[in-house]
C-alpha cells in the first residue's frame, strides 16, 4: 500500500512539474517595432530566446502606424518608436504605461545616393541643381525619418523649391529600397539604414541641429497580457550585449 501512494505521489508531481514548465515555456510577445529596427531587432530577439522561455514576434513599420494599431487595441507588449512623439501621445492616451517609458538608443540623418551613381553632390543645399532629380523621404505625419527629413530640408531653406521631387515612403525601409532600385535620385535615411546595403552611397551627414533628436523610446503596452515579461525584455534592451549590437549596425549609444 506505502508503496503504491509513494508511486501516485511521485506521478503526481511528475504532472505537476511537467505543467510547470509548459506554462514557462508558453510564454509570448509581441513587439511593434520601427521599421528602421528589424534587422538589429531580429539578432538581439534570437539572442534574447536562446537565453529565455519566450518566443517573440516582430511587427514592423513605420512609427506612426503601429502607434495607430496600438491605439486601435493591437495585441502588442512592448513598443519601440523611432521618435519620441509618438511614444508620448500613446503615453497621453493611457496606451502604454508612463513609468516603463524609457530611451534605448539614438541615430542620425543621412543623404543617400544609389551607389553607382554618378554625382557631385555632397550636401542637401545642391539638392535643387537638378529639377529631373527624384528625392526619396518617408511620410512626414507617420514616419519620424521623414519628419526629420523635412525639417532638415526646411532649415536648409530648400523645402518649398525641391517639394514638387520629392517621392515618399510608407517607412524608412522603403525610402530606402526606392535609392537601391534607382527608382529615386537621392533619399534621406537613417545612418543605420544605410550601412545594411552595398546598394547606396551615403553623400553626407546631415547636421544634427537641423532637426529633432533621433530618440528611439520604449514602453510596455496598458494592453499587455505578459507586462513581467515585457519589463524583463526591455530591461534587457539597455544592457551592455544588446547596446553593443545596437552600436554595431550603426545606432548611436545614450552616452555617445
Known amino acids: 500500500m506505502y508503496t503504491n501512494i509513494k508511486a501516485f505521489c511521485f506521478i503526481v508531481l ?21 521599421s528602421s529596427t528589424i534587422d538589429v531587432m531580429e539578432e538581439i530577439i534570437e539572442k534574447y530566446e536562446s537565453d529565455h522561455n519566450v518566443t517573440i514576434t516582430l511587427n ?17 507588449d512592448l513598443f519601440i518608436s523611432a521618435n519620441e512623439q509618438w511614444s508620448n501621445r500613446l503615453a497621453a492616451g493611457e496606451n502604454i504605461r508612463p513609468d516603463t517609458q ?20 555632397d550636401n542637401l543645399n545642391q539638392l535643387t541643381t537638378k529639377e529631373d532629380q527624384t528625392i526619396a523621404l518617408g511620410e512626414p505625419d ?15 531653406g530648400i523645402w518649398g523649391e525641391v517639394s514638387d521631387q520629392l517621392v515618399y515612403g510608407n517607412d524608412v525601409r522603403q525610402v530606402l529600397a526606392y535609392v537601391e532600385s534607382g527608382n529615386a535620385d537621392y533619399g534621406l535615411v537613417y545612418a543605420s539604414d544605410a550601412q545594411i546595403t552595398d546598394k547606396v552611397k551615403i553623400i553626407a551627414e546631415i547636421d544634427t541641429n537641423t532637426h529633432d533628436p533621433i ?6 503596452t496598458s494592453q499587455s497580457n505578459n507586462t513581467e515579461a515585457a519589463e ?6 539597455k544592457t551592455d ?15 555617445e
Open 102 to 121: 524609457t530611451s534605448i538608443v539614438k541615430n542620425t540623418l543621412v543623404l543617400i545616393a544609389p551607389a553607382e551613381k554618378q554625382t557631385s553632390i
Open 60 to 76: 514592423s513599420g513605420s512609427s506612426g502606424k503601429l502607434a495607430q494599431q496600438i491605439q486601435h487595441g493591437a495585441p502588442v
Open 215 to 220: 530618440i528611439y523610446p520604449a514602453a510596455v
Open 232 to 237: 524583463d525584455f526591455l530591461r534587457y534592451l
Open 142 to 156: 507617420s514616419a519620424p525619418a521623414g519628419k526629420y527629413a523635412k525639417q532638415a530640408l526646411m532649415n536648409a
Open 14 to 34: 511528475l504532472v505537476l512539474t511537467g505543467c510547470q514548465q509548459s506554462t514557462e515555456q508558453e510564454v509570448e510577445l509581441t513587439i511593434s517595432a520601427a
Open 241 to 255: 550585449i544588446p547596446q553593443e549590437i545596437f552600436k554595431s549596425y550603426g545606432f548611436k549609444l545614450e552616452q
